[in-house]
């Protein structure tokens, strides 16, 4: 099986590829090849370089060799590393984690029966600057409260008149 972009795919659930290609590129200079964006999405999935060679059908010898000679040197300069020895191939994703390329898992919310229709959700504006995305949002949510807890919380008596 040849190698395509569809391997290792799932490093996009948890990693800002895009960005981090386009960081990468600048640290080498020019843009990242095929074969060292598939690399590096194995790194990021926490497959060892022997286990991303059987993956791709190559010596494991062979893809180490590819690693040291480019994504390690190119991540290194990107996060300022670049005198630190690399010790292991898991301090690629932690030095790129700690640089904030790693996304957060969105926050799921226990609403039960969904949201109302009146409930908006609005971007009104995404800025990237400094290896950061900014997102501005005004988020509206309509629940229904249950008519005891609402009138508990009001103080409302049904005996009250006006």
Not at 15 to 34: F, I
Not at 39 to 68: M, N, Q, W, Y
């Amino acid at each position: 099986m040849a190698p395509t972009d569809e391997q290792f795919n799932q490093a996009a659930n948890h990693w800002d590829l895009e960005t981090l290609y386009t960081d990468l590129a600048s640290a080498k200079g020019k843009r990242l090849t095929p074969m060292e964006k598939l690399h590096l999405r194995g790194l990021l999935c926490s497959f060892s370089p022997a286990e991303i060679a059987e993956k791709l059908r190559k010596t494991p010898k062979g893809v180490e060799t590819d690693l040291c000679a480019t994504l390690y040197k190119y991540v290194k300069s990107l996060v300022n590393k670049s005198t630190e020895k690399m010790e292991n191939w898991r301090n690629i994703a932690e030095w790129l984690e700690e640089a904030g390329y790693k996304t957060k898992s969105p926050t799921k919310f226990p609403i039960q029966d969904g949201l109302s229709e009146n409930s908006k959700v609005n971007v009104s504006n995404i800025k990237f600057e400094n290896n950061q995305i900014t997102i501005d949002v005004f988020l509206q949510i309509t629940v229904p409260l249950p008519s005891e807890i609402f009138k508990q919380n009001l103080d409302i008596d049904d005996n009250t008149t006006n």
